[in-house]
């Protein structure tokens, strides 16, 4: 079975341009997730997704950040314009299930952006 | 404020010695309380789970304790091995209204197993 598949996996652009992250989640996942993570810290959640709709964005800075799932596969996670403090790891996870007990989430490796 | 604090920040253990690193969380809603595993450039990866109704869960090496009274959880690594040198991460879910889980991280600790 396949991973959860990010692209890309490394990005550098200068501050105020825009960048993009795409994810493609494990087959038959239907929550999606992103995450933030800055250097020796957790894992940060930025937005989860439920099928299509996004649940709980209420960590994503909405100036800046914007996400979409579109049919309820792939995702895009956008940052326009970029911050020198954006530098940071967007991870990407999904889990089976969406009302389960099971709370198991699947990460892609992860996109290493930083910001000049 | 960290809800789930994670101790210590670093470990350097030898082969063959026992790792433990612990948390302690104060949401008593918490219900759910993973440690994942994370090696460089690599994502987390789910170790292993317990649930606040039992008090310890054992899957090969690794062993999570669990204190619902005093709040605190703990993985145990026994049998150290080279390979087991990542970061680990402790998390608690915490259900609220809605259904919305959430997990909720520690900061991580860096384990590095000397051979």
């Known amino acids: 079975e396949a991973g959860v598949v990010q692209s890309p996996r490394y990005k550098i652009i200068e501050k105020k341009q825009p960048v993009a992250f795409w994810c493609n989640p494990i087959s038959g996942h239907n929550t999606l997730y992103w995450y933030r993570q800055n250097l020796g810290q957790g894992p940060e959640l930025l937005i989860r997704?439920?099928?299509?709709?996004?649940?709980?964005d209420s960590q994503l800075p909405k100036d800046r950040f914007s996400a979409e799932r579109l049919k309820g596969v792939d995702s895009t996670l956008k940052i326009q314009p970029a911050e020198l403090g954006d530098s940071a790891v967007y991870l990407c996870?999904?889990?089976?299930?969406?009302?389960?007990?099971?709370?198991?989430?699947?990460f892609g490796p992860g996109t290493r952006l930083t910001v000049l | 404020q960290q809800q789930v604090k994670q101790s210590p920040q670093s470990l350097i253990v030898q082969k063959g010695g026992i790792s433990i690193i612990n948390c302690a969380y104060e949401?008593?809603?918490?219900?759910?309380f993973p440690w994942y595993q994370q090696f460089p450039g690599k994502g987390p990866a789910l170790l292993i789970a317990?649930?606040?109704d039992v008090s310890e869960k054992k899957e090969g090496r690794f062993t999570i304790s669990f204190n619902k009274s005093a709040k605190q959880f703990s993985l145990h690594i026994m049998d150290s091995q080279p390979g087991d040198s990542a970061t680990y991460f402790c998390?608690?879910?915490?259900?609220?209204?809605?259904?919305?889980?959430?997990?909720?991280w520690g900061l991580g600790t860096s384990l590095a197993v000397n051979p």
């Open positions: 949401n008593t809603a918490f219900d759910y």
């Open positions: 317990i649930r606040p």
């Open positions: 998390a608690a879910r915490a259900r609220n209204a809605g259904n919305n889980r959430k997990l909720i």
């Open positions: 997704y439920e099928n299509e709709e996004a649940v709980d």
């Open positions: 996870a999904s889990s089976p299930e969406s009302a389960g007990v099971s709370d198991t989430q699947y």
